[in-house]
């Protein structure tokens, strides 16, 4: 079974409206969790590193204030895409490193957010 | 970090045996090599990890020669359940240390 949990697996919303994706660990906790944006036909780009207890680490380009991520507790990590336009339109999936020394990672369900 | 190159597609047909390779000329000592599949709308899954020569699980098998500059991911009789996308990543075993994904393979399993 899944050992990392996405909600919503789907979103539409209006043009200029936040929208915030949902990523739980299940079963295990996760001090760091990362955030990823694909789009169709197209390969995972890594957005944002989070960390429980503190801020996320964002890569480059990757705008801070328009994807707030916040990292509550050791099992669940949010990503707010705010005002959203319909650029933002993807499929934003997070994961979580598997306990231990094996740099494998665990990936949600994914998220497709369709922007109006 | 250590880039990856891969086929950006193969074609194969059910029942045969699929080798997908990967060139990751600037290795480093301490980079391991790992594979995941992507099915349409789904996250990755972890196919296996391996270090170096081969390693063998229940769904397919990791050879790695001598150099470790390349990689071939060996998936024995396709089925069409098969059809997806497969990226390698390398880096070292530690969480924060394996996150780039390359362009990926996408395999067309045929009837």
């Known amino acids: 079974g899944a050992v990392v949990s996405q909600h919503p697996s789907w979103v539409i919303c209006k043009s200029g409206t936040s929208v915030k994706i949902e990523c739980r660990s299940l079963d295990f906790q996760a001090t760091t969790m990362f955030w990823y944006r694909q789009f169709p036909k197209q390969s995972l780009m890594l957005m944002a590193t989070?960390?429980?207890?503190?801020?996320?680490?964002?890569e480059q380009g990757v705008e801070k204030d328009k994807f707030l991520i916040n990292h509550a507790s050791l099992t669940l990590s949010t990503l707010t895409v705010t005002s959203a336009h319909p650029e933002d339109s993807s499929f934003y999936i997070c994961?979580?490193?598997?306990?231990?020394?094996?740099?494998?990672?665990?990936f949600g369900e994914g998220s497709r957010l369709t922007v109006l | 970090l250590a880039k990856t190159t891969q086929p950006i597609s193969m074609d194969s047909y059910e029942g045969q045996e699929v080798n997908i390779t990967c060139s990751h000329n600037n290795i480093a000592t301490n980079d391991y090599i790992t594979w995941y599949q992507q099915f349409p709308s789904q996250g990755p899954r972890f196919i296996i990890q391996?270090?170096?020569t081969k390693v063998t699980n229940e769904v397919a098998s990791l050879f790695i020669p001598a150099d470790r500059k390349s990689s071939t991911l060996s998936l024995p009789r396709v089925s069409l359940s098969d059809t997806a996308v497969y990226y390698c990543l390398v880096g070292e075993r530690n969480a924060g240390n394996m996150l780039t994904f390359g362009g990926g393979t996408r395999l067309m399993v045929k009837p």
């Open positions: 994961s979580a490193p598997r306990t231990g020394l094996t740099g494998e990672l665990f």
């Open positions: 391996g270090y170096k």
């Open positions: 989070s960390n429980e207890g503190s801020k996320a680490t964002y």
